[in-house]
């Protein structure tokens, strides 16, 4: 009988090492993480994306997200999720999918871990919105997670510091239990 993975989402603004800490994370407790799918997705594509697009990359979370949860693992990492693609539509199409808010809303989130915007923007060929966007959005994101009653935690420092104090506030908020060194 397995029991139910706590899921701990890694999200916040673009350039806050989502990535970099979802990887290292997992890799420390050893236990999967869902890659980001977005910035793969819109790379391989030889146009601008479209709403379809992103409607695919919101589905695709949802079901490798649902994979992982088959498997039992204690706890899955999920390198951002779905409240940043619904800003997503907002943003870019002023419209956001009903399944999609349904999803968000019936999410098996246990908490959120938002990536301060300690860290510089750096940009890439996907990136969009450095700056005062990214700022903005930022706080977007926070105010979704609090209006949909979320638990969340925000993540500052660079490097080892930044995993260290991601790792705290995951035994702080009873996620995992403390690791000996």
Same mark, same amino acid.
Not at 12 to 26: D, R, V
Not at 29 to 55: Q, S, T, W
Not at 110 to 139: A, H, K, S, T
């Given at each position: 009988? %397995?029991?139910?993975?706590?899921?701990?989402?890694?999200?916040?603004?673009?350039?806050?090492?989502?990535?970099? =800490?979802?990887?290292?994370?997992?890799?420390?407790?050893?236990?999967?993480? =869902? #890659?980001?799918?977005?910035?793969?997705?819109?790379?391989?594509?030889?146009?601008?994306?479209? $709403?379809?697009?992103?409607?695919?990359?919101?589905?695709?979370?949802?079901?490798? =997200?649902?994979?992982?949860?088959?498997?039992? %693992?204690?706890?899955? $990492?999920?390198?951002?999720?779905?409240? +940043?693609?619904?800003?997503? $539509? #907002?943003?870019?199409?002023? %419209?956001?999918?009903?399944?999609?808010? *349904?999803?968000?809303?019936?999410?098996?989130?246990?908490?959120?871990?938002?990536?301060?915007?300690?860290?510089?923007?750096?940009?890439?060929?996907?990136?969009?919105?450095?700056?005062?966007?990214?700022?903005?959005?930022?706080?977007?994101?926070?105010?979704?997670?609090?209006?949909?009653? $979320?638990?969340?935690?925000?993540?500052?420092?660079?490097?080892? *510091?930044?995993?260290?104090?991601?790792?705290?506030?995951?035994?702080?908020?009873? +996620?995992?239990?403390?690791?000996?060194?």
């Amino acid at each position: 009988m %397995h029991t139910k993975s706590k899921i701990v989402v890694i999200t916040g603004a673009e350039s806050t090492g989502k990535s970099a =800490l979802s990887e290292c994370i997992s890799k420390r407790l050893g236990v999967p993480y =869902l #890659k980001e799918i977005a910035r793969e997705y819109v790379e391989n594509l030889n146009r601008p994306y479209n $709403f379809g697009d992103i409607e695919t990359i919101a589905r695709e979370q949802v079901r490798q =997200l649902s994979e992982l949860q088959k498997e039992g %693992h204690s706890v899955i $990492f999920a390198d951002t999720w779905l409240i +940043i693609t619904k800003i997503w $539509f #907002k943003e870019v199409y002023n %419209h956001v999918p009903e399944w999609l808010e *349904t999803e968000i809303k019936k999410g098996p989130i246990d908490l959120f871990l938002v990536c301060d915007i300690d860290l510089p923007w750096v940009p890439d060929p996907v990136r969009e919105n450095g700056g005062d966007r990214r700022e903005y959005l930022q706080q977007c994101y926070i105010n979704e997670i609090e209006k949909l009653g $979320f638990r969340y935690k925000t993540v500052s420092g660079e490097n080892e *510091t930044r995993v260290n104090n991601a790792i705290g506030i995951l035994v702080q908020e009873g +996620i995992i239990k403390p690791i000996k060194p």
